[in-house]
């Protein structure tokens, strides 16, 4: 079977025969302007180094052997090693069949390692440029393997963690671009990655052949223009001494420029213009900001190269954060959990087809958790919305559809299958007896349960984005058969109601109320007392105490916060009192057939929608309707199960803190949180204890600190709060409807017997322990999330007006102010001073 592939070749658009600039190259080759070419699949590598692996491994294990000395000795094996014996005649058939026999090509590396999450290998292999004739282009393909072996590339793929062995090599030959002296090559960047600038584009350009731009030996030109409307923005123009073109004899040469064209710009006006919309048409095309390389040869511009864009300066905000992260956060519980984030956020692009995020997403700033907004901004609006922008889109993309979203419709099954291995993971891990251990087994539990959380938690971040990404999927679907208001209440209907895991939580607390108000002793106690004074008493109740208990054995892992340090319900049985406290004095209701109500009108709109529907179209609108119910229910239950990891966590670490203090190396167990992850794996590796004690001291008072102040919304930057002159707060609508009332601001869980009935809420944020307050509520404000949060789907279902996303709320309203919340159109007018 042939291993050489023309661009023009479905396989040579996959990543593992190609490589990454291989398959970028022939997936760009499709509808942009790239020179002709073929690549070398990885298997050709494979093939010619297999004889050498066991001389390879001898080198690699020398520990008398630096980098250099073991590339220099691996290098020389593979060029002294003869490439396949078909490869020399079905190369000269490819080149004959493209006019590249006896014309320069250039000799592209392609790793099959290359665009890996936080491995670019960017540079890092060997291009060779105005290469001729058949043999002289075997030996080019020799040195590219050989490039695999770089000395600079050996402790790079050990840093990365990836095995020497499992690298291969790709190689793509491709018609030479010969720019001439007096015409230009060099990159673009479809955004402005050194300053975040997210609307403009940025080109480095150089006179004669790319390379002097790309290998960043030369001075470059540097132009900025506006993406909307090509207009420059800046332009520098750097003094260019000598020029990169081919040499006749083969190779490549330098030669000097005049003193009037060094200082001239590399590109005119148009030309910039030109590179700048070949940038913009590479993103369209892949879907996702791209780093190009690009040519002029005789007034035509070529496409040399295309990767996407993963990095970016971060500009951390709270915008992303402030939802799932709303407070302060120890150090151990974020180092444990931020590693498995990141897996899973490139696990869930990788789903999505988009690419891995090279830098962190989330990061610890002052003990709150910041967002890098420019990286949110890079990737949102990356759904297959070009795809659904008319009803003929629609019918044009059924089978790419089909195909390229069909893992949407499995993840779910998957999802709950590999759901069972977690769940007796954690069983089995609660069972272990750690009486008498050592610190460093102690460690190892704790470890254990981050590997299994990490291995649960791959697939999790998907169904968050799918969720959001059916969501759009729908509401645009909607918006084309409906003006936009009718389509937004049509969109509430169709999911006004889903059966979750908390829906189910939030009913047995129900059934619990109502067991008090039959004991009439133990509701005037649940009114009248402290909570954490009722729980001694309540065997005093034993019909109640029961169902109470199975409450927590069911469900006690439910957290009051993300931080692990924060007790659960079982061990703060308080806070589910208090949560009764609210609902005991509701009245009697039918919920049962509200439910059935609000299901049949829902399922009467369902059947609306699909019949107006065109007939061809039926099943996609039927199946965005049920995945995104789906996936409603699955991010709850997603979150629900994630917490069980609270338990373990809280056991393993308090029993390494009950161990720490008996040492005197602390003075609360719980102190354990505020020690960085990797101090505390040093010393209880090194048998090292006095770094925990200074660590803990330090970052529990940080912490401490960080808990009695609001944080800056940008990170660094102090904004005033105020109100405009309007008195109108501006936020994202969450739940339909108008209501007027007082406010009562909860800042934790101690706030929730205080909650007046009829109040609206004001939080940060909400989780599903929270629910019991919106029953109480006759609306929700929060400061952030989105229609997607917690608060916001809560408040639908119970019909709320709720408005999230309000920037400085909790501090621009007090209690008992009275103010006027749209819940549609997102704002919260201030009736009354605070």
């Not at 590479?282 to 990767?307: K, N, V």
């Not at 090279?358 to 949102?380: C, P, T």
């Not at 009697?588 to 179209?617: C, F, G, I, T, Y």
């Not at 660590?695 to 405009?724: N, Q, S």
Request: glycine share 6%; charged share 20%.
């Amino acid at each position: 079977m042939t291993q050489l592939f023309a661009f023009t070749d479905p396989q040579a658009a996959e990543h593992a025969v190609s490589g990454g600039k291989g398959a970028n190259l022939a997936r760009a080759a499709q509808h942009l302007p790239v020179p002709p070419g073929i690549v070398v699949g990885s298997e050709v590598y494979r093939e010619f180094v297999a004889p050498l692996h066991e001389a390879i491994r001898h080198v690699l294990d020398d520990a008398a052997l630096d980098h250099a000395a073991r590339s220099e000795r691996i290098q020389a094996l593979l060029l002294a090693q003869s490439l396949p014996s078909s490869l020399r005649g079905e190369l000269a058939a490819k080149l004959e069949a493209l006019d590249l026999a006896d014309a320069p090509v250039a000799v592209r590396s392609s790793g099959t390692l290359e665009d890996l999450p936080g491995a670019a290998f960017a540079g890092q292999h060997d291009t060779l440029l105005g290469i001729r004739g058949v043999d002289v282009v075997l030996d080019a393909i020799r040195r590219c393997y050989a490039s695999l072996w770089n000395a600079h590339v050996l402790p790079y793929r050990e840093r990365m963690g990836l095995n020497h062995l499992d690298a291969a090599m790709a190689v793509v030959v491709q018609k030479m671009v010969q720019v001439g002296e007096h015409e230009a090559a060099g990159v673009a960047f479809s955004i402005d990655p050194v300053r975040g600038a997210l609307d403009q584009v940025l080109i480095n350009a150089a006179f004669g052949l790319g390379e002097t731009v790309v290998g960043g030996e030369e001075p470059v030109d540097e132009y900025r223009l506006k993406r909307s409307d090509m207009s420059e923005v800046e332009a520098v123009i750097a003094e260019k001494p000598r020029a990169l073109v081919t040499d006749a004899a083969g190779g490549t040469r330098h030669t000097p420029l005049s003193a009037e064209q060094a200082h001239a710009p590399a590109l005119a006006e148009a030309q910039r213009r030109a590179v700048a919309q070949l940038a913009l048409a590479a993103e369209q095309h892949f879907g996702f900001p791209q780093d190009i390389e690009w040519a002029w040869q005789d007034g035509t511009l070529y496409l040399l190269q295309s990767r996407a864009v993963t990095r970016i300066p971060p500009r951390w905000t709270r915008d992303e954060s402030a939802e799932r992260f709303p407070n302060p956060v120890t150090p151990l519980t974020w180092d444990l959990c931020e590693v498995g984030f990141h897996a899973s956020l490139n696990h869930s692009f990788r789903l999505m087809g988009l690419p891995p995020f090279g830098d962190k997403w989330f990061a610890m700033r002052d003990y709150y958790i910041y967002g890098n907004q420019n990286a949110v901004e890079l990737y949102s609006g990356r759904t297959p919305a070009k795809m659904l922008k008319d009803v003929e889109s629609i019918r044009a993309a059924l089978p790419q559809i089909a195909a390229q979203y069909a893992w949407v419709q499995e993840l779910p099954v998957r999802w709950m299958r590999d759901l069972d291995t977690y769940l007796l993971g954690i069983g089995a891990l609660m069972r272990e007896s750690l009486d008498g251990r050592p610190l460093n087994e102690l460690w190892d539990y704790v470890l254990r349960i981050n590997a299994l959380g990490a291995s649960y938690f791959l697939p999790n971040i998907a169904i968050s984005l799918t969720q959001r990404t059916l969501y759009v999927a729908l509401q645009q679907m909607l918006r084309l058969a409906l003006p936009a208001d009718q389509a937004q209440q049509v969109f509430d209907q169709l999911l006004a109601v889903t059966d979750t895991k908390t829906g189910q939580v939030n009913a047995e607390l129900w059934s619990l109320s109502r067991l008090v108000r039959i004991d009439a002793a133990l509701h005037a106690r649940l009114r009248g007392e402290p909570s954490i004074e009722l729980l001694e008493a309540l065997p005093q109740h034993p019909v109640f105490h029961a169902e109470f208990q199975r409450l927590l054995a069911r469900h006690g892992h439910r957290e009051l916060d993300f931080d692990a340090y924060h007790p659960t319900w079982v061990e703060a049985p308080q806070i589910v009192l208090d949560q009764l406290k609210m609902l005991v004095d509701r009245p009697d209701e039918d919920r049962a057939a509200a439910e059935l109500a609000q299901k049949a009108a829902q399922a009467a709109m369902e059947h609306n929608v699909l019949s107006h529907a065109p007939e061809e179209l039926r099943y996609l609108v039927h199946e965005v309707i049920r995945l995104a119910r789906t996936y409603t229910a699955l991010d709850d239950l997603e979150h629900y199960q994630t917490t069980r990891l609270h338990l373990p966590f809280r056991r393993g670490l308090k029993a390494i803190g009950a161990q720490l203090v008996e040492r005197g190396v602390l003075a609360d167990p719980m102190d354990v949180y505020f020690v960085p992850l990797a101090v505390l794996d040093g010393a209880l590796h090194s048998g090292e204890l006095a770094p925990i004690t200074e660590a803990a001291a330090r970052h529990k008072t940080g912490y401490l600190a960080a808990c009695a102040r609001m944080p800056d919304w940008i990170f660094g930057e102090a904004e005033p709060v105020e109100v405009d002159g309007s008195h109108v707060l501006k936020g994202l609508g969450g739940s339909p409807g108008i209501v007027e009332g007082r406010v009562f601001v909860v800042r934790s869980p101690e706030d929730f017997p205080h909650f007046p009935k009829d109040a609206i809420l004001v939080a940060r944020t909400t989780n599903p322990a929270w629910t019991p307050l919106f029953y109480q509520a006759s609306g929700v404000i929060t400061e952030s999330g989105g229609p997607l949060s917690h608060g916001a789907v809560t408040a639908r279902e119970l019909g709320l007006p709720a408005v999230m996303s309000v920037r400085h709320v909790m501090r621009l309203l007090g209690n008992g102010q009275r103010v006027r919340i749209d819940g549609r159109h997102g704002t919260v007018e201030l009736l009354s001073p605070p």
